[in-house]
């Protein structure tokens, strides 16, 4: 069976509302840490919405995927309900995993999640895992790691990739790669990748695995190579790896995020006289969701009051979610007991 | 009544092995020379040959090769891992103490993880600084795994059963020196549930706990300690998690003496946790002062005297045990 390379209106329209989904939830997680609703350290996937709201278009329900500590996005964009998302990061007990996970560990196996890693690289072998089950299975499932640019340090990675093309794994390494504009711990801000290869893809291809590096805030980029990866794990031909290039987003640059860039104003896909000079960068080139919106409003799949509406619908959903997770009561302390073991 | 047969630790376990790849079709295997390198290692090759598909070999890659093994697990496969030298087991560490022995706990109850990670532990002779650890006391505290030591060809076969039916993750030590020694093992299939010690040799005079080889070493001591009149109780807890506290009371209410022998370190090791539960919860039983064996705080030499003398021995348990007879 080909693979669809191209995603029709329907399709566009739901990746959009993933993506506002997404940006929405994680906008109102910026105002939460700041009202001091929850006190971790947390990650937001502002800038790499495309990615995961492409991806699972290409996913079957019994497809298996792995997160990491930035994993808002990859739950959410696969159905995940945001106000069991907040409560989780809340650490209230309607969580989706009852407070034990929290930011950085939040998981929907009923969704196809396996247990979300948060030590750097450790998703990538947890996928290999899930891809080794689907062979056994041999129904065509596929098993879809997603990392950043820093787990290709990890000597995990390396590993993980040589056993899945020597036993030819349907495992797609899904590789976010955002480390284009990152300042680094050593300026102050948040550590950034050090790798010597100069491209992250040539890593896998040194291993014989069909490589591909795209741009990440394309959405037709994203499907293209997403659905032709897919399609050739599940038809055995072994591990694909896809390099999705982001620019680091100025929120996620400090050692704590901040919404710098302001909340997310959809118009601005078509009032770029109303942007601001200091972000205008941001905006025109980098923000996925500004630029899914122009496309889509070229090529008229959809309408600016269209998008307008959606956008307030799901704010106005988001905003019940948010309620819902505050409303929620917290766990009983003695519950840190249970549910060691199965 | 006809007498039982007798078989090796290893040919026993690979008869446990045997049993879940019958009773599970999504049981599978994975790693290289389960039984060591000695001529015991050839008893696998009858999974090899029944199971050629279920069976896997993978690169010398710990960390990923036990991750895939977790992760196998989290999609609803079972997982037999083996790790080789329990030295080797750290490089496996964060797929075994950070995402199998947690992933059940942070998901809130909805991941189960039913994968075995087995490994070869114990002074072995010759086995120097890196193939000679003994690091279930590390285990020990990681909460989320079950930690199983067989001592005998018997409880091999019933344990590795249960370890791997189980929905939990579970740490397994097979000592090296055990693995060529022969037992009455019962031809039929069976389990042995988690959490039960067993009574290795009964006795009235001190309670005597050991693990895995150390079950051995002690009933020898005993034997010596017997000729001097001195009848030793000796308590197998066979799983440290699950840990069998109740049996482990009972005896101690009844001796009123307490050696234990394992061969992790003294510090932290086995042993302390041991003597620990029971200055806590048994202490008005005691008639003695607790005493322990186990391997001093040094790294393992090479060289057989310095082996020898931080090496447990029958000879070292049975001074401990006049020790506490005063």
Same mark, same amino acid.
């Given at each position: 069976?080909?693979?669809?390379?191209?995603?029709?209106?329907?399709?566009?329209?739901?990746?959009?509302?993933?993506?506002?989904?997404?940006?929405?939830?994680?906008?109102?997680?910026?105002?939460?840490?700041?009202?001091?609703?929850?006190?971790?350290?947390?990650?937001?996937?502002?800038?790499?919405?495309?990615?995961?709201?492409?991806?699972?278009?290409?996913?079957?329900?019994?497809?298996?995927?792995?997160?990491?500590?930035?994993?808002?996005?990859?739950?959410?964009?696969?159905?995940?309900?945001?106000?069991?998302?907040?409560?989780?990061?809340?650490?209230? @007990? #309607? =969580?989706?995993?009852? !407070?034990?996970?929290?930011?950085?560990?939040?998981? *929907? &196996?009923? +969704?196809?999640?396996? /247990?979300?890693?948060?030590?750097?690289?450790?998703?990538?072998?947890?996928?290999?895992?899930?891809?080794?089950?689907?062979?056994?299975?041999?129904?065509?499932?596929?098993?879809?790691?997603?990392?950043?640019?820093?787990?290709?340090?990890?000597?995990?990675?390396?590993?993980?990739?040589?056993?899945?093309?020597?036993?030819?794994?349907?495992?797609?390494?899904?590789?976010?790669?955002?480390?284009?504009? @990152? #300042? =680094?711990?050593?300026? !102050?801000?948040?550590?950034?990748?050090?790798?010597? *290869? &100069?491209? +992250?893809?040539?890593? /896998?291809?040194?291993?014989?695995?069909?490589?591909?590096?795209?741009?990440?805030?394309?959405?037709?980029?994203?499907?293209?190579?997403?659905?032709?990866?897919?399609?050739?794990?599940?038809?055995?031909?072994?591990?694909?790896?896809?390099?999705?290039?982001?620019?680091?987003?100025?929120?996620?640059?400090?050692?704590?995020?901040?919404?710098?860039?302001?909340?997310?104003?959809?118009?601005?896909?078509?009032?770029?006289?109303?942007?601001?000079?200091?972000?205008?960068?941001?905006?025109?080139?980098?923000?996925?969701?500004?630029?899914?919106?122009?496309?889509?409003?070229?090529?008229?799949?959809?309408?600016?009051?269209?998008?307008?509406?959606?956008?307030?619908?799901?704010?106005?959903?988001?905003?019940?979610?948010?309620?819902?997770?505050?409303?929620?009561?917290?766990?009983?302390?003695?519950?840190?007991?249970?549910?060691?073991?199965? | 009544?006809?007498?039982?047969?007798?078989?090796?630790?290893?040919?026993?376990?690979?008869?446990?092995?045997?049993?879940?790849?019958?009773?599970?079709?999504?049981?599978?295997?994975?790693?290289?020379?389960?039984?060591?390198?000695?001529?015991?290692?050839?008893?696998?090759?009858?999974?090899?040959?029944?199971?050629?598909?279920?069976?896997?070999?993978?690169?010398?890659?710990?960390?990923?090769?036990?991750?895939?093994?977790?992760?196998?697990?989290?999609?609803?496969?079972?997982?037999?891992?083996?790790?080789?030298?329990?030295?080797?087991?750290?490089?496996?560490?964060?797929?075994?103490?950070?995402?199998?022995?947690?992933?059940?706990?942070?998901?809130?109850?909805?991941?189960?993880?039913?994968?075995?990670?087995?490994?070869?532990?114990?002074?072995?002779?010759?086995?120097?600084?890196?193939?000679?650890?003994?690091?279930?006391?590390?285990?020990?505290?990681?909460?989320?795994?079950?930690?199983?030591?067989?001592?005998?060809?018997?409880?091999?076969?019933?344990?590795?059963?249960?370890?791997?039916?189980?929905?939990?993750?579970?740490?397994?030590?097979?000592?090296?020196?055990?693995?060529?020694?022969?037992?009455?093992?019962?031809?039929?299939?069976?389990?042995?549930?988690?959490?039960?010690?067993?009574?290795?040799?009964?006795?009235?005079?001190?309670?005597?706990?050991?693990?895995?080889?150390?079950?051995?070493?002690?009933?020898?001591?005993?034997?010596?300690?017997?000729?001097?009149?001195?009848?030793?109780?000796?308590?197998?807890?066979?799983?440290?998690?699950?840990?069998?506290?109740?049996?482990?009371?009972?005896?101690?209410?009844?001796?009123?003496?307490?050696?234990?022998?394992?061969?992790?370190?003294?510090?932290?090791?086995?042993?302390?946790?041991?003597?620990?539960?029971?200055?806590?919860?048994?202490?008005?039983?005691?008639?003695?002062?607790?005493?322990?064996?186990?391997?001093?705080?040094?790294?393992?030499?090479?060289?057989?005297?310095?082996?020898?003398?931080?090496?447990?021995?029958?000879?070292?348990?049975?001074?401990?045990?006049?020790?506490?007879?005063?």
């Amino acid at each position: 069976m080909m693979a669809k390379q191209s995603l029709n209106k329907a399709a566009c329209v739901r990746v959009l509302e993933r993506m506002l989904v997404i940006r929405r939830f994680e906008e109102a997680l910026v105002e939460m840490s700041g009202q001091k609703l929850f006190k971790s350290h947390y990650h937001l996937y502002i800038g790499q919405e495309a990615t995961a709201a492409t991806v699972v278009e290409s996913l079957r329900s019994d497809d298996k995927l792995v997160t990491t500590h930035r994993n808002h996005g990859h739950v959410l964009a696969r159905g995940a309900d945001p106000g069991a998302a907040f409560a989780e990061i809340l650490g209230r @007990a #309607t =969580g989706l995993n009852g !407070g034990r996970g929290g930011t950085l560990h939040m998981s *929907a &196996p009923e +969704l196809g999640f396996l /247990a979300t890693s948060s030590v750097v690289g450790g998703c990538i072998g947890l996928a290999l895992g899930g891809a080794f089950a689907q062979q056994r299975r041999g129904r065509g499932g596929v098993s879809v790691a997603f990392f950043g640019d820093g787990s290709l340090e990890e000597g995990i990675s390396f590993e993980s990739m040589n056993i899945a093309a020597l036993w030819k794994l349907p495992a797609v390494f899904l590789c976010e790669n955002n480390g284009a504009g @990152a #300042t =680094g711990s050593a300026k !102050g801000g948040f550590p950034s990748s050090l790798i010597a *290869a &100069p491209r +992250l893809a040539g890593i /896998a291809e040194s291993l014989a695995i069909a490589s591909s590096q795209i741009d990440g805030r394309d959405v037709d980029a994203v499907h293209r190579a997403v659905s032709r990866g897919v399609a050739s794990c599940r038809a055995g031909r072994g591990p694909v790896f896809i390099e999705c290039i982001t620019e680091r987003w100025e929120g996620s640059k400090p050692m704590w995020p901040e919404l710098s860039t302001g909340i997310t104003d959809v118009a601005l896909a078509w009032e770029s006289e109303r942007m601001p000079k200091k972000y205008r960068d941001w905006h025109v080139h980098q923000d996925p969701i500004l630029l899914h919106i122009r496309k889509l409003l070229r090529k008229k799949l959809i309408s600016r009051a269209a998008v307008l509406q959606l956008d307030r619908k799901v704010i106005a959903r988001n905003a019940a979610a948010r309620q819902f997770a505050i409303a929620s009561p917290m766990p009983r302390g003695k519950t840190a007991l249970d549910s060691v073991y199965a | 009544m006809k007498p039982m047969r007798k078989i090796t630790y290893s040919q026993a376990f690979v008869e446990g092995l045997d049993y879940c790849m019958r009773k599970l079709p999504n049981f599978s295997l994975l790693g290289n020379e389960v039984m060591g390198l000695g001529p015991q290692r050839v008893h696998l090759e009858t999974i090899w040959r029944n199971y050629p598909e279920r069976v896997n070999f993978p690169p010398t890659s710990e960390a990923a090769f036990s991750a895939l093994a977790a992760g196998a697990a989290m999609s609803g496969e079972h997982v037999f891992c083996h790790l080789g030298a329990a030295s080797f087991s750290f490089l496996s560490m964060t797929s075994i103490a950070n995402e199998a022995a947690t992933a059940h706990y942070a998901s809130g109850g909805k991941i189960k993880v039913p994968v075995v990670f087995h490994m070869l532990h114990g002074l072995r002779i010759g086995g120097g600084t890196q193939h000679s650890m003994s690091p279930q006391s590390m285990y020990w505290n990681v909460p989320g795994l079950q930690i199983v030591l067989p001592s005998c060809a018997r409880d091999a076969k019933g344990l590795v059963a249960t370890a791997c039916l189980s929905d939990n993750p579970t740490v397994m030590f097979t000592h090296d020196l055990l693995i060529g020694m022969e037992g009455e093992v019962p031809e039929a299939d069976y389990e042995i549930p988690f959490g039960k010690a067993d009574i290795k040799r009964r006795g009235k005079d001190v309670t005597l706990v050991a693990t895995s080889y150390m079950v051995q070493v002690s009933l020898a001591a005993a034997e010596i300690l017997a000729a001097e009149g001195i009848d030793v109780e000796v308590l197998d807890p066979r799983t440290l998690v699950p840990f069998d506290k109740k049996a482990l009371i009972k005896s101690v209410a009844k001796t009123g003496r307490l050696v234990v022998a394992d061969e992790s370190h003294l510090s932290c090791g086995v042993t302390a946790e041991i003597a620990a539960i029971v200055a806590e919860e048994a202490f008005h039983h005691l008639k003695a002062p607790i005493l322990r064996v186990a391997r001093p705080d040094v790294p393992t030499p090479f060289s057989r005297p310095l082996e020898d003398f931080v090496t447990p021995t029958a000879d070292k348990i049975a001074a401990a045990v006049r020790r506490v007879m005063g």
